[in-house]
């Protein structure tokens, strides 16, 4: 098997009938963080990720979206429990949403390109190696290659499964990044085991 992506762009918010309808769908510890939001996008964005994730782990595994029931570990990541063999990953950025699903552990990121001080963030955040990659660089690449490294940097935190603790931590020989454009404006990049 290999890992499935799912994207959505939401190009508006989402009617109200139609989120409280999807709303039915979402386990009661992420309705209640979804009923925090203060912003609606960020309301809606969340949703669509957990109906994105359970729609495909239907369609990929057979397994009704009723009978899926997510979970968190220590350091937040999600898990389909009862499943141990199914596991999955979601990010959303601007106005984007993706989700992989796979047999074995997977992380994904998502990243809209936004024009920035790169030079300072990769300094900060990046490894030694990854602001090699980032710095050679040339200049008129340089926005996409600081969101490649970003995005495969969290891909990878994400496959662990340990949050922003492993940040200056290589990615490690044992996994394999994959990182494509998506809708012009995205980065996506997908982490599994090599």
């Not at 508006?12 to 203060?38: G, T, W």
């Not at 239907?58 to 029931?69: L, Q, R, S, T």
């Amino acid at each position: 098997m290999k890992p499935e992506i799912f994207a959505v762009e939401l190009k508006s918010n989402i009617a109200d009938s139609v989120f409280n309808r999807l709303f039915r769908f979402v386990d009661k510890d992420k309705q209640e963080r979804i009923n925090r939001m203060k912003m609606k996008p960020d309301r809606d964005l969340t949703l669509t990720g957990d109906i994105l994730a359970k729609t495909a782990i239907k369609k990929v595994f057979g397994i009704p979206m009723a009978d899926i029931k997510f979970r968190y570990g220590e350091s937040g990541k999600p898990y389909a429990a009862g499943y141990p063999n199914i596991h999955f990953n979601i990010s959303h950025s601007g106005s984007a949403v993706v989700c992989a699903v796979y047999d074995r552990p997977v992380g994904i990121d998502i990243q809209i390109m936004k024009n920035g001080d790169f030079d300072s963030l990769a300094k900060r955040v990046f490894t030694e190696k990854e602001q090699g990659l980032f710095f050679s660089a040339p200049q008129d690449v340089c926005q996409e290659q600081f969101y490649r490294i970003w995005t495969a940097k969290e891909s990878y935190l994400k496959y662990l499964g340990t949050g922003i603790k492993d940040l200056k931590k290589d990615i490690d020989g044992s996994c394999a990044v994959s990182t494509c454009r998506f809708s012009n404006n995205y980065i996506i990049s997908i982490c599994t085991k090599r």
